[in-house]
T-cell receptor, first 113, second 114 residues
Framework: GDSVTQMEGPVTLSEEAFLTINCTYT??????LFWYVQYPGEGLQLLLK?????DKGSNKGFEATYRKETTSFHLEKGSVQVSDSAVYFC????????????FGTGTRLQVTL | DGGITQSPKYLFRKEGQNVTLSCEQN?????MYWYRQDPGQGLRLIYY???????QKGDIAEGYSVSREKKESFPLTVTSAQKNPTAFYLC?????????????FGPGTRLLVL
């Protein structure tokens, strides 16, 4: 079945550092890929998405590229801020399973001054 | 403002009691979903609904029930058969069930057992 693997956290960075959160997936066909962010005590917000190979999703300085050859969708940001501290979830929606999002376990990011 | 509302924010359940979590959306979305989130884990799908009066089980439906009498509402009942109900419950909706469509999430309800 479909699965998503994320790097374990927590990830602790100083403000203005470069961020990478790794995400790899297993799925048949061409799934759509998503990054969601969850701030403390809140629901999930869509951060970015990509629906086909080589697409790059971007939002709020974050970006991720859909790499079919490496089955990856790593999240990057060039300069993190304290306000980026949250839990980040990678997810996929498989072809033929249109009803379901499959989530990774989440990666907690803590940004300090 | 369009969005998804969930109530209450916190809910306490006694042993043997059924409790119902509310989810309402004014986005005119056809599809709605319930997920459960446990600490250190990703979200797991409980139930989903594509249209009014129709719903399907997700991966962990045992001990839960839902109804979809109105397009904008998708309440979840946690029954006494659910032996480990303590979790954060998230409702979501999307325009339809197409794989490329985005799911939008509500703020969540935290259920605690007394």
């Amino acid at each position: 079945g479909d699965s998503v693997t994320q790097m374990e956290g927590p990830v602790t960075l100083s403000e203005e550092a470069f961020l990478t959160i790794n995400c790899t997936y297993t799925a048949t066909g061409y799934p759509s890929l998503f990054w969601y962010v969850q701030y403390p005590g809140e629901g999930l917000q869509l951060l970015l998405k990509a629906t086909k190979a080589d697409d790059k999703g971007s939002n709020k300085g974050f970006e991720a590229t859909y790499r079919k050859e490496t089955t990856s969708f790593h999240l990057e940001k060039g300069s993190v801020q304290v306000s980026d501290s949250a839990v980040y979830f990678c997810a996929l929606r498989g072809t033929g399973t249109a009803s379901k999002l499959t989530f990774g376990t989440g990666t907690r990011l803590q940004v300090t001054l | 403002d369009g969005g998804i509302t969930q109530s209450p924010k916190y809910l306490f359940r006694k042993e043997g009691q059924n409790v119902t979590l509310s989810c309402e959306q004014n986005l005119n979305h056809d599809a709605m979903y319930w997920y459960r989130q446990d600490p250190g884990q990703g979200l797991r799908l409980i139930y989903y609904s594509q249209i009014v009066n129709d719903f399907q089980k997700g991966d962990i439906a045992e001990g839960y029930s839902v109804s979809r009498e109105k397009k904008e509402s998708f309440p979840l009942t946690v029954t006494s058969a659910q032996k480990n109900p303590t979790a954060f419950y998230l409702c979501a909706s999307s325009i339809g069930l197409d794989g490329q469509e985005t799911q939008y999430f509500g703020p969540g309800t935290r259920l605690l057992v007394l």
